[in-house]
């Protein structure tokens, strides 16, 4: 990646920012762990009630509300040098109320593994700690590597959602996990084939009947946003499905946890 030249976000606009950045808002969980893990904890100001992880990562941060609806009063009040977004995390609209603010944000969009050292590196410029960006960069590449994925892929399915478990039966809806968005991408890259197999599809929903029609080796059950559990893998099984539950931040949460995601997810291909 090209570190001359001005700094801009993953959407392509520029940042003009203070040097150092000594005060940030994060409004995306996966980021406010991100920058815990390269020693900038200290640095978050403002951070969402999602961020959650590590735990009492943040005593001294303000919590602003979630990553849909943040309190843009008590942000700006904060001052902060940056805030972080994401794009499908946040609404356009309040990256908007925070730009017209005079707040410098920096939206990230990660719609594949392949785009993710990017976005890190990016990011590592943009905080002045672009050695933690290449070593975490470097991380997830080794990770790949040692995860090569069989030369026969796994058919599965991953749930993100169920409509009404107390309706239950083949009408109930359940909302998957397509292969557009980043977590459809790294289990595709990770050897899994993604049910259904529409490559544009985001996060389609079928029927129970459907899902069963779908044929799926296993049906992962993320424990977010949905909390899927012992029971749902269980109703599953009673319909001849074979249902694993898995770390929903292994799938979603791209950042320090991802060369560990990787090598976890890897396993389920084979």
């Known amino acids: 990646m090209n570190a001359t030249g001005p700094l801009r976000d993953d959407l392509g606009d520029e940042l003009v920012l203070a040097s150092p950045v000594e005060r940030i808002v994060s409004l995306v969980p996966n980021l406010s762990e991100l920058l815990w893990s390269w020693g900038l904890g200290d640095r978050l100001v403002g951070v969402t009630e999602w961020c959650v992880a590590p735990p009492d990562g943040f005593p001294h941060a303000c919590r602003v509300r979630g990553t ?9 009040s904060l001052a902060p040098d940056l805030v972080l977004a994401n794009e499908e995390e946040n609404r356009q609209l309040d990256v908007e109320r925070l730009r017209a603010a005079g707040l410098a944000v920096h939206v990230t969009r990660v719609r594949t593994l392949a785009a993710l050292p990017e976005t890190l590196h990016r990011l590592g410029r943009a905080l002045d700690v672009p050695e933690a960006a290449a070593r975490l960069v470097e ?22 959602w169920r409509d009404d478990p107390a309706q239950g039966g083949d009408e109930e809806g ?17 050897g899994l084939e993604v049910l259904p197999a529409d490559p544009e599809g985001r996060y389609p929903r079928c ?3 459907e899902l069963r029609a779908l044929d799926p080796g296993v049906v992962l059950l993320p424990d977010e946003p949905y909390a899927f559990g012992p029971a749902d893998a269980a109703e599953l099984g009673r319909v ?12 979603w949460w791209w950042g320090p946890r991802t060369p560990g995601a ?9």
């Open 174 to 190: 359940w909302w998957l996990l397509g292969r557009a968005p980043y977590a459809g991408d790294l289990l595709d890259r990770i």
């Open 262 to 270: 990787i090598a976890r997810l890897a396993q389920l291909a084979r």
């Open 240 to 251: 001849g499905l074979r249902a694993v539950l898995v770390d929903g931040m292994d799938l």
């Open 207 to 209: 029927r129970l009947a």
């Open 139 to 160: 991380d997830i590449e080794e990770a790949l590597a040692a995860s090569e994925p069989p030369s026969r892929r796994r058919p599965a399915a991953c749930a993100v």
């Open 68 to 76: 849909k609806n943040p309190d843009v009063a008590a942000i700006v």
